[in-house]
């Protein structure tokens, strides 16, 4: 199983990212997929989630009406559309393959991608 995140770089505050990950090895569309971050020195945080269909989302109320989930079941991928971009949003970013939707749990772990963001 891998799920290996891209995308991440140097972004000036108020610009813009998209992530993706890449899932393998796993029957994509039967899982909620979730991206979470972590900051120098802070605990992980949950950002967003989406349906093993697409229809239904959630994000961290940090980054609601900023960041927007997706993804692609044809090619077995996973976004994060991030806009406004603060230094705050600075840190690692991961995706995850959750036990379901509503949940933090996950089944499968990704690698990260470093976001960082200058102001």
């Known amino acids: 199983v891998q799920l290996q995140a891209s995308g991440g770089g140097l972004v000036q505050a108020g610009g813009s990212l998209r992530l993706s990950c890449a899932a393998s090895?796993?029957?994509?569309?039967?899982?909620?997929m979730g991206w979470f971050r972590q900051a120098p020195g802070k605990e992980r945080e949950f950002v967003a989630q989406?349906?093993?269909?697409?229809?239904?989302?959630s994000y961290a109320d940090s980054v609601r009406g900023r960041f927007t989930i997706s993804r692609d079941n044809i090619k077995n991928a996973v976004y994060l559309q991030m806009n406004s971009l603060k230094p705050e949003d600075t840190a690692v970013y991961y995706c995850a393959a959750l036990h379901e939707y509503g949940t933090y749990e996950y089944h499968y772990w990704g690698q990260g991608t470093l976001v960082t963001v200058s102001s």
């Open positions: 090895g796993i029957t994509f569309s039967s899982y909620a």
């Open positions: 989406i349906s093993w269909n697409g229809r239904r989302t």
